[in-house]
Each structure stands twice: as C-alpha cells, then as structure tokens.
C-alpha cells in the first residue's frame, strides 16, 4: 500500500462521494444543467461507469481498502479524464449562496483525480507512451517545451517586434502552444497591444510552464520549471506576469503557489484582464463600421471552474462593436468542456474530438455565427474537430481565438 | 474468456460487456457504505431482446442477473449479494417512445432518469405529478417503478410514481417478454389504462426490487404542470413531533390539496446550522425543527384559497413564518425551484466527512411516525457502547435519526430512518471493525423500526433478508410471494438471494 501515498492524502474526499451518480447523470434544466461528464458522454453505448466520477471513486474505494492494487489498466482508464472539473461543479451546486451542500467541503474530484495519478506515476504505470514522451520532450536541455521542437523556435516570432522589452512591469509569458503551434494568434495580440502602446517585456529565457507534466500527475519533473520561471521573472522586475494561455494561467496562478508553498512575487493576469483593462479606457481602436455579428464563447476549465474567472472574457466580447454575445445551453459552471485537457487530447486524441464536435454542435444550436474562447487548446481541439464537421455544419458557423476576433476588428 | 462470456458477447457485442476488474469494482457498491458485492461480468443491453436472451443464458447457465438502472439504491439492491453475478446496466434503455398528447400518456424506455424524461415533458407544459425518488437526476424511472418511489417532489398530491403506472413491458426471468395494463389486449392501440384484463399483473412488478422482471418499457400518466405554485417555510413550536402530526392530520383531515409537506427534526437544523451548511437560518434564535408546505393551483384565486387554509392550520398550531425568500430560511422555495436534491433530502449525510447512511426507507401512518422517532432516539442510547467503538476511531460519532418526514399519498408519511456512519477507512488506513459495528447496529435499528410495523419499499438486498431472517412476513404471504417467484423464476436467477430466496444453492 505504500505506493497510495497521494491517494491516502485523499481518503476524506473519496469515501466521502454517496455514489448519488449526479456526475454522470444530471439534468436540470431550470439551472442550465445538462448532464456532467464529457467523457461518458463520448463515449455514448460504451459508456461504462467507469468513464465517471462515480465509477472512478468506487474504484479507488475499493484501492483504498486494498482489495484491488495499481495497476496499468487502471492508468488507461484514469487518463481518460480532461479532468474539466464538471463533476466538482454538480456535486457543490446548491445553486443558492444560502444553501451549502456537504460535499461542496470534502470533495474535490480534480484533486482526487491528481492524486491517483502522481501515486500511478510513482508506482512506474504511467506516464503513458505518448505522455512520457511530451515530458522527455519538456525536460530535453534543447528543447523546453512539449511539442519537440528547438527550443529557439519558441521565439522566433519576436524578431518582428522590435519594440517588446527585456524588463518592464508588465511581463508576457508565452508559453509553448500559441508560440509553437498559433503563432498568429500572438502576432496579434502584438497588434492590439501595440495599438494600445502598452509596454511589456518578454525573456527568451522562460522554459515550458509545466502544465501537461502536473495533469499528467508528474510534479518531480515541474520543480526546476518553476523555479527557473520565477527567477526569470524576478530577474525582469515584473510585477505582474500575463499569459494568453489557459493552462498556463492556471498553473502559475493556482499550482506554482501551492508547490512553492508561499506566494508568488509578482500578480498572475490573463490576457482578457489586460484586454478588458483596455477596453474599459477606450484604448482599443476598432474599425468604425462593423458588421454585425452573433459570437457565443466557450469557457475553457482551466479558465471557469479551475479558476473562476468566467465574466471577463463576456465583457471583452460585449465590448466589441457590433457584437451581440449569445449563450450557449450549458455556460459557466455547467459549461462542456471542449475534450482536450488533462492529456486526453495527446494520448486520446478520438475522444477528444468526438468531446469537441459535440460541443461546436451545441454552439450552432446557438445560432452564433462565430465561437470563440480564449484557451489555445481549446481553440487547437475546436479546429480539429471543425476540420471533421460536414462542410453544411462548417458552413453556420465559423471558430475563432478571441484574440484574433478582436484584431479582426481594429 | 469463458464460454459464457462468449455467448453473452455475441447478443451485446464486445463494446457493451466486460469482466475487466476495475469495471467490475466500479458497479460493485450502491450508496451505502458497507455492502459490496463484485460481479463476474457488467453487460449494457440495448433492448428487450437483448435482455430477454441473456436471461436465457442465465438460465442455461445458473448465474444470476442483476438489474441496475440508476444505481442510487441506499441497501444494495443493484449489486449482486455476493461476489458473482451479471450486472444488467439498463441506462441504454434511455429513449422517449411516444408522447400521446391527447391521453396524457408517456411511454419511455425503462432505464431513463426521471429527470430527462421530465426535462422533455416541459417542453409540452407537462410533467410526472410525483417526480420519482430524491435522487431522480440519476435514478432510472424502471428503478422507481420497482420500488414505489418518492420523495423527488409531488408525493403529497401525486403519490408514489406506481400511482401513475399505465402499462409495463416486462421480460421474465426465463426470457420471455410481457406487456401489462391496456396492453395485454394486443389489439389495443396505445397504453391507456392499468386495471382490467383480468387481475392487476403490472402490481406484480410494482416494488417487486427487481426479483419478478426487468421492466422495458414504462407507460405513465402524466399531468399538465399547474401555472401557478406557493411554498412555504415554517419553524415548529415544542413538541414539534406530535405538532408536526398533527398539521399533517389536519391537512388530510380538511381535504386541503398539498403537493409537498416535510418536516425536518430539530437535529438535522441544529446540525445544519452548526456546521454552516445553512446560512439562511443563521439568523434563527431557537434550533428547532421546520416544517414546509408546496402547493400548486391552476389560477391565482385558487392558490390564495389554499394558502389561507394552510397557513390558519399553521397558525393554530403555534408555527413561526420564516419568510418568503430562500435568504429568510424559506426552504420550500429552493426544494420546489430546484425540484429537489439528493444531498439535502438525506441531509445528514456527509455533515462530516465519509459519514454516509446506513438507512431504509419506509411508509408509515402519519399517527405512527413521532413514536418512532422517539423509539430511535432511545435505540442510540441504548448502542452508546457500540457506537463509542466507532468515535474511537473516527472521533465523531455516528447517529442515529431520521431524514425529512415527508407526507405521502392518504394518511401515511415516508421516512428515511437508521443509522449514519463512517467508513472503515479512516485517515487512510483500513478498520475492519467498523463494517462490523456498523452492519451489526444497522440491523438493529431496521429490525426496531420493523416491529413498529413500518412498510419498507426499497429493500434491496440487507431489508428484504432481514424482513425474512426476524420472521417479519406472516408464513403464508412469504409463501406465497417464494411461489410465485418458484413459479416465474425456477432456476432464482434474477436478483438471487433477495428475499432469501437462493434458490436450489
């Protein structure tokens, strides 16, 4: 049993779960609840419980009384999981600050989920092949980053803009998707801030942030990352650092404080809070006539129920000329997730895909014409999956980082 | 791979069946937290067919089925009794097959939550009266009807969702399928009506907790949702067992038309309250019990009539008025918006962490119900020993109660009584003795509330074998009930060891 060190840490949480099967089951429509897993949901006829939280729990309820060990079987079920937090969300909901429900104190799925990771990752079942590989790649001197790429690449884009600093106030820390993979997406969030005169400062000296390595339960390999990321902040005088990264903010944000155990010496912002900071002073100088256009925006988990911070990027769309924002069915708390978190979309990229088409299906139901979020793996997923759509479903709506939805316009 | 598994495999298909041992684990519990029973395989069928010749199997092959819809037994009814076992996981059966509009009749696939069925029937200004069981956002409507659920909401007016049965699909354990009501005449065009056709088989099926046949198809009457609803929350005076009776007696007595009624004991508010679970009645100077009322009307006026009734009966009866917010302490509101909720609805559970119920679910007459409370109070008195054993360990101890007394159809109540407790895993390590403590003061506590002459309706595996084991069940209709089991059953293979009816083995 000594290989349950992370799991036992637990033990209040998981043997607190009634097996009530609101994580897989749920609807309530006069809240905007809509079921709860998008793993289940997936995985449609073939959806056994163990594809939710409530058939998870009884297996490691059945760990921790050590009738049943580790194993690798369990690591491929349990990386099944984009860990979207959605079982978290119905099982706290009252849906009424006066009402709380017990679970809402013992349970935290997403941990509990980190948990039986670390401990499969330390007893040698995971990481998986093609997560081990993301991580050899993290930590490769050459590399930094997960995509396997040169490490000078990341910054490559920089040369075509001669104006971002070596120390400022205001750091940007890119991260490896967008510089990597949505290199446009950065070019122009440079155009808005730069429209904007905003100063800030960039280091090519910032390595991966180590977000696939903590979902994927390996946080021996993010401590040098995180050490090595703080001191190049410092060494910059930021006081604060923003990301246009979900997971990044999320893990600078939340998990760097929590590994560090004391607070971080410089404030963690997302880019839609420097966005609506300058929204808010005008200082964004869209094109005078604008069509108008129907967006629905998806909150990316890292962004909503890991970090609660779901009503600034509406502001930034509402703010947009011409722009009218319309919800889809399940938003905010009950939002779905897009499929791609929690290293399902490098290990299992189908089930990512068959998560996302469903929800770029519901945001047509919106009748939007444009779906945007601000998550570079939300949008990577959302345009995979669009690549699949039959060209009529192609055809109703179109999906857009928004940060490119705003550049459009200016 | 074994040669039932095989022939199993080729009715499903290999996706919808695995004897993988996490899957197995994962569909080993129900709620509780003592019973698991591991079954040898897990298989998702997707229809009567299916179903049918998998029984056949079991059949040739002496292995019980069990069937599974929601999951959210509280005795272990949808896990096998021991390890063994094929669990039929029904949540495939999840379509809505015909609407008739005109009738007033809905016809939906058996394994459908009641919440998705209800879900679509708003749509057409609809709904089920009695919205199943409390925990009906994920528990399946064939469950319900196999154990006269209540308690997600409607259950004062409505009844229990058996009330509502029009007409039933059934597979035999031996294979064969069955339809009930109207529909036993196969001229008939649609389910129209229960009785008739000779005597009431779909009753055979009602609460039958799973041992006569696996229900298909469910044919409900269903209602026009009334436009217009009041819910109010009151705090009881002294004495408020007998006075919460007492209203409850008035209520029926006066003819006055309810469509919720519970009332809380003080033990659950002071606790809640304790704990801060409750933040709306922080404010509230005495930690007594409430009591709350739902009604539904079709215009304005009529709604005034009702609450003028009500309230002058609360009134009488010396019952405070929180207020009309969720805010004031008006809790009514939420249960009725919110059309319920699991965690509030057996609201001891989980107040500290890993402690979970060790309860049944009962019918009694609303006369009955406060001498029982009072006998359950005497009965964790009397375990102080056994229970000490546990605070040992846990440092919190279990107790003993009752969740929401609810006001059900004529003059009874539901209640959800017995014993809440912890885990035998504690601080991440493993106490045995605690499963033992627990198993041994739960039947204690059933075989109390038993003798004070209750009806259980969800029995599952630990009420309906101690039912039998204390000779609860006078000798001819348990004969009778093994009969006819004997008779639709020969081989028990469905739901073996219920009742205690094991069959040859």
Redesign the interface.
Same mark, same amino acid.
Request: charge should be positive; aromatic fraction near 12%.
């Given at each position: 049993m000594s290989e @349950?060190k992370n799991l036992?840490?637990q033990? =209040?949480? !998981? +043997?607190?779960c +009634? /097996?009530?099967?609101?994580c &897989?089951?749920? !609807?309530?429509?006069?809240?905007g609840r809509?079921l709860t897993c998008p793993v289940k949901e997936a995985k449609g006829? =073939? &959806? $056994? *419980? !163990?594809y939710f939280s409530?058939?998870?729990m /009884?297996?490691l309820?059945?760990i @921790?009384? &050590? %009738?049943?060990p580790l194993?690798k *079987? @369990?690591a491929e $079920?349990a990386y099944q999981c984009s860990e979207c937090g959605n079982c978290t969300e119905v099982c706290h909901q009252? =849906?009424? *600050?006066? !009402?709380? @429900?017990?679970?809402s %104190?013992?349970i935290d799925h997403v941990e509990v989920w980190n948990a039986l990771r670390k401990d499969l990752v330390e007893a040698g079942y995971a990481p998986l092949d093609k997560h081990r590989n993301l991580i050899d790649y993290m930590n490769d001197e050459t590399m930094r980053n997960p995509y396997g790429e040169d490490e000078s690449k990341k910054f490559e884009w920089l040369s075509e803009f001669p104006n971002i600093k070596q120390k400022a106030d205001l750091a940007f820390f890119g991260g490896c998707t967008m510089p990597l993979r949505q290199v446009n997406t950065l070019k122009n969030m440079m155009k808005i801030l730069n429209a904007s005169d905003i100063d800030l400062a960039i280091s090519k000296d910032e390595w991966c942030c180590g977000s696939i390595a903590l979902r994927i339960g390996d946080e021996e390999s993010v401590k040098n990352l995180l050490e090595r990321n703080v001191a190049v902040f410092k060494e910059m005088g930021a006081k604060s650092v923003f990301t246009a990264c979900a997971g990044c903010y999320r893990t600078l944000k939340k998990d760097y404080p929590e590994i560090l155990g004391e607070p971080l010496p410089f404030e963690v912002k997302h880019i839609t809070e420097i966005l609506i900071d300058l929204l808010n002073s005008k200082n964004v100088p869209f094109k005078e006539e604008q069509d108008e256009q129907k967006v629905t925006y998806h909150d990316p988990c890292h962004l909503g129920r890991h970090m609660n911070l779901y009503e600034i990027p509406r502001d930034v769309i509402s703010q947009i000329p011409g722009v009218k924002l319309t919800e889809m069915k399940r938003n905010r708390k009950n939002a779905w997730c897009c499929g791609a978190g929690g290293g399902v979309k490098s290990q299992f990229s189908d089930l990512a895909l068959d998560i996302s088409k469903d929800r770029i299906l519901e945001a047509i139901e919106t009748g939007a014409d444009i779906l945007t979020t601000s998550c570079p793996f939300c949008i990577g997923n959302f345009i995979d999956a669009y690549n699949d759509l039959e060209p009529e479903l192609q055809e109703k709506i179109k999906v857009i980082d928004l940060i490119d939805f705003i550049a459009s316009k200016i | 791979m074994s040669e039932l598994y095989h022939k199993l495999e080729r009715i499903v298909k290999k996706e919808h069946i695995s004897n993988d041992l996490l899957v197995r684990h994962s569909y080993s519990r129900n709620v509780d937290l003592i019973l698991q029973g591991v079954p040898d395989i897990v298989i998702r069928p997707k229809d009567e067919i299916e179903i049918s010749e998998i029984l056949k199997v079991a059949n040739e092959e002496n292995i019980t089925v069990i069937p599974r819809g929601g999951g959210d037994c509280e005795f272990g009814g949808s896990k096998p009794i021991n390890n063994e076992g094929i669990v039929l996981d029904l949540k495939r059966l999840n379509k809505i097959i015909h609407l008739d509009k005109d009738n007033l009749v809905v016809t939906v696939e058996a394994g459908i939550s009641w919440a998705k069925l209800n879900d679509y029937l708003c749509n057409f200004g609809l709904y089920t009266g009695c919205m199943g069981p409390g925990s009906g956002m994920t528990a399946s409507i064939g469950g319900g009807i196999s154990h006269h659920s209540v308690g997600g909401g409607g259950c004062a007016k409505y009844g229990a969702c058996t009330n509502q049965l029009v007409s039933l699909e059934v597979v035999l354990p031996t294979g064969e399928i069955i339809q009930t009501g109207s529909q036993a005449n196969k001229y008939s065009q649609a389910p129209f009506n229960r009785f008739g056709n000779g005597p009431d088989l779909t009753g055979l099926f009602c609460g039958d907790n799973g041992i006569y046949g696996i229900k298909t198809k469910v044919s409900l009457q269903v209602f026009p949702k009334p436009e217009f609803a009041a819910y109010k929350t009151f705090q009881l005076p002294r004495k408020e067992r007998q006075v919460s009776a007492q209203i409850m007696s008035e209520i029926r007595h006066r003819g006055i038309d309810v469509y919720d009624l519970m009332y809380l004991m003080d033990i659950l508010v002071r606790f809640e309250i304790q704990e801060n679970f409750m933040p709306m009645w922080d404010h509230l100077k005495r930690k007594r019990g409430m009591i709350f009322y739902t009604i539904e009307a079709n215009s304005d006026q009529e709604l005034q009539v009702k609450e003028k009734q009500l309230d002058k009966i609360m009134d009488e009866n010396k019952c405070e008025y929180l207020g009309s917010e969720i805010a004031d302490g008006n809790i009514a509101k939420w249960h009725y918006t919110e059309q319920g909720h699991w965690q509030f609805y057996h609201n001891l559970w989980g107040i500290f962490p890993t402690m979970q119920p060790l309860t049944a679910e009962c019918f009694t007459p609303i006369n009955n119900y406060p001498s029982i409370l009072d006998d359950i109070d005497l009965w964790d008195m009397q375990h102080e020993e056994d229970i000490q054993k546990i605070f040992e360990i846990c440092q919190k101890r279990s107790i003993a109660g009752s969740g929401p007394i609810l006001l059900i159809d004529g003059n009874n109540v539901e209640i959800t009584c017995g014993f809440t407790s912890f885990w035998s895993v504690f601080d991440g390590e493993v106490h045995p003795e605690i499963d033992e403590i627990n198993l041994k003061l739960w039947k204690s506590l059933l075989e109390l509330v038993t003798k004070k002459g209750v009806q259980w309706y969800m029995m599952g595996d630990v009420v309906s074998r101690l039912m039998v084991d204390i000779g609860a069940y006078g000798e001819e209709f348990y004969e009778l009930m093994k009969n006819i089991k004997k008779t639709i059953d020969p081989n028990m293979i469905l739901s073996r060891g219920k009742f205690n009816f094991w069959g040859n083995e």
């Open positions: @349950l036992k840490k033990w =209040q949480a !998981i +043997m607190s +009634m /097996n009530c099967g609101d &897989g089951y749920a !609807i309530r429509s006069s809240v809509y006829d =073939q &959806g $056994f *419980e !163990i409530r058939g998870r /009884n297996v309820k059945s @921790l009384e &050590g %009738k049943i194993s *079987e @369990l $079920f009252s =849906q009424n *600050e006066y !009402i709380i @429900l017990p679970t %104190k013992w | -």
